[in-house]
């Protein structure tokens, strides 16, 4: 149980942490940089060794892991609010699947690059995520609807996977680089993309807060909204578009990073509670943390040699979901 | 029939998914300052009937009149603002406090921005004084019982205000306490002319607090009008199938078995 009136302060504590994550994200590494050499090559941006390892590597990570695991979580979060379903996610609904095949399709194919890559990926996500609901109607059956979406979800995702796989085995001299994108590297590239990516995902984030308040009318019940005036549909589409622009966003930039988008949305409402900007707030602070935190478990672990961000955090948000699953499983779902 | 005293008016109604008919030709309208209980064995379409009042069904034959218009011409918000639900199907945000639940209530009165204004704000602190949740307004709604929920949801809907309030079995959950408060919170209402149409199961209830009842039976109205007209033996065994005798308190009417 969550009191209202403390979630300025359990955010105040978010921000403390994400802050703090950041600092440790760039002074731990192959290499120990002490805060102090961070802070003045901010400050004063300087061509020396530590410096350049700052501005050129570590800052340029940060940027794109905090981005990336802003848009996921704000998208997740969204997505299980209005389809009032605790497992859907960008990547559980086809979405991050149907964008990264898109955007490979589109190297591939159209040789295209960079940001012109983000209008295929908001037409792959969108038709794999229409895909995902009709095959959803298809499989009803007996059992509960919002698994039946969950399963289509995970069938579409599978299909995007082994299509873009196979486009990406056709091409051996890409296939390294594309291969790393696609389980989610944060590479030294990827940060080039954001002042593209980085626009429509604030605005789409906006949306999503100023929207807070209203998509709450949608948890009293379908006939509750409808008759206290809110266009129910329309509230659940608009919503549902904006995640997927924070999701493309997410992709296009780094590549589909999988539970994150799950996961991050549950620790938000255990933290904040399901209603208003708060819980929104807190993804935004929670999902930039967790990918900040695959990101130094990344290059640590194994230091020198650095691992790819998307795996480490599949291993943590795979166990999360796990426990989630398990939770659920003896509380039914709710 | 002057529309200027009916806020609510149905003419020749049907409703029905494919070719089954739900509802069949139904008719009637109700007044200001009138309570009008809707009664019925299980499926005989009352919940539906009153759907199609607040305008979340559209029928397939008929019409629906809210306050002299045509309610199929009229938009979610502008219909929001003249008809209130007390929906049967529950559900809160989990951790919204009971004062931000009632304040939902208000939202069609309400910009996009949704600032509550000062008239906001007396109107949800009037409908928790009402409702009897003014002692749980900084509650979390997943924290209370199924009566207190309940009477919360019904202090968001008087919060609501408009023309009509429409209630569907708005008893369920409450002790016999709550059930009269409420039922005399929506007397009250009809008061203060608005028309309210409650679906009810209870006849004793029905025939304390509604002016009239209307009987439905498989998807036809049987009968309506004032409670000692409409409720015999003859009725109770064609509409209900029961064989029972009505004992009669003053205006309260009482089905008992006969064995």
């Known amino acids: 149980m969550t009191d209202p009136a403390r979630h300025p302060f359990t955010l105040a504590l978010l921000a403390v942490l994400c802050v703090g994550l950041a600092a440790v994200h760039q002074s731990f590494g192959a290499v120990w940089i002490p805060p102090g050499t961070v802070l003045s090559a901010l400050a004063a941006p300087s061509d020396g060794f530590l410096e350049t390892v700052v501005l050129r590597q570590r800052l340029p990570r940060l940027e794109v892991a905090a981005f990336a695991g802003a848009a996921l979580a704000v998208a997740g979060f969204a997505l299980q609010k209005v389809l009032r379903n605790p497992l859907v996610s960008p990547s559980t ?168 988008g799950l996961v991050v949305p549950h620790m938000a409402r255990l933290l904040l509670g399901e209603a208003g900007p708060a819980p929104l707030a807190g993804c935004l602070l929670l999902g930039p943390a967790m990918l900040i935190l695959a990101d130094i478990l990344a290059r640590c672990l194994m230091a020198p040699q650095v691992m790819i961000t998307g795996t480490v955090m599949g291993l943590i948000g795979g166990a999360a979901f796990l426990a989630l699953l398990l939770r659920l499983g003896r509380r039914g779902l709710e | 029939m002057a529309a200027r005293g009916c806020p609510v008016i149905l003419e020749r109604l049907s409703f029905g998914y494919g070719r089954g008919r739900l509802l069949e030709d139904i008719s009637l309208s109700v007044r200001r300052g009138e309570v009008l209980a809707l009664v019925g064995p299980n499926g005989s379409g009352k919940s539906t009937l009153l759907r199609l009042m607040a305008g979340l069904l559209q029928p397939v034959a008929g019409r629906v009149l809210i306050c002299g218009e045509n309610a199929a011409r009229l938009s979610r918000r502008a219909y929001a603002r003249r008809v209130a639900l007390l929906s049967q199907q529950g559900g809160a945000p989990g951790a919204i406090r009971v004062r931000d639940l009632v304040a939902m209530g208000r939202f069609p009165h309400q910009g996009w921005l949704r600032r509550a204004s000062a008239a906001d704000r007396a109107a949800v602190a009037q409908a928790m004084e009402d409702a009897e949740v003014a002692a749980l307004a900084g509650r979390p709604v997943n924290t209370l019982s199924g009566g207190q929920a309940q009477r919360a949801r019904m202090a968001m809907t008087l919060a609501q205000g408009g023309d009509v309030l429409l209630l569907d079995e708005p008893t369920t959950y409450l002790d016999l306490r709550h059930q009269f408060g409420l039922l005399g919170r929506a007397r009250r209402a009809a008061a203060e002319g608005r028309a309210v149409v409650a679906v009810l199961h209870d006849f004793s209830l029905a025939s304390l607090y509604a002016d009239r009842l209307a009987v439905l039976h498989e998807g036809r109205l049987d009968g309506i009008g004032p409670a000692a007209q409409v409720l015999d033996a003859a009725a109770l065994a064609r509409v209900f199938g029961v064989s029972a005798r009505l004992l009669r308190d003053g205006p309260a009417i009482f089905p008992v078995p006969r064995d």
Do not use: K
Not at chain 1, 158 to 186: E, H, K, N, Y
Not at chain 1, 198 to 223: C, E, K, V, W, Y
């Open chain 1, 93 to 260: 609904l086809g979405i991050s699947g149907g964008a990264a095949l898109a955007v490979v399709a589109g190297q591939f194919f159209l040789a295209l690059r960079g940001g012109s890559l983000l209008l295929p990926a908001t037409a792959g996500a969108g038709t794999a995520l229409m895909a995902t609901l009709a095959l959803s109607r298809l499989i009803a059956g007996q059992g509960d609807p919002r698994l039946d979406l969950v399963l289509a979800g995970s069938m579409v995702s599978m299909l995007c996977g082994a299509l873009t796989t196979f486009l990406v085995s056709l091409d051996p001299q890409a296939f390294d680089g594309l291969m790393r994108w696609l389980v989610g590297d944060i590479g030294l590239q990827d940060s080039r993309a954001l002042p593209l990516t980085a626009g429509p995902a604030a605005a789409a984030a906006a949306g999503l807060l100023a929207l807070s308040r209203t998509t709450d009318l949608l948890a009293a019940g379908d006939d509750t909204a409808r008759a206290l005036g809110l266009a129910a549909g329309a509230v659940t589409w608009m919503t549902v578009a904006l995640a997927v622009v924070l999701a493309v966003a997410a992709v296009a930039t780094v590549g589909p990073i999988g539970f994150l």
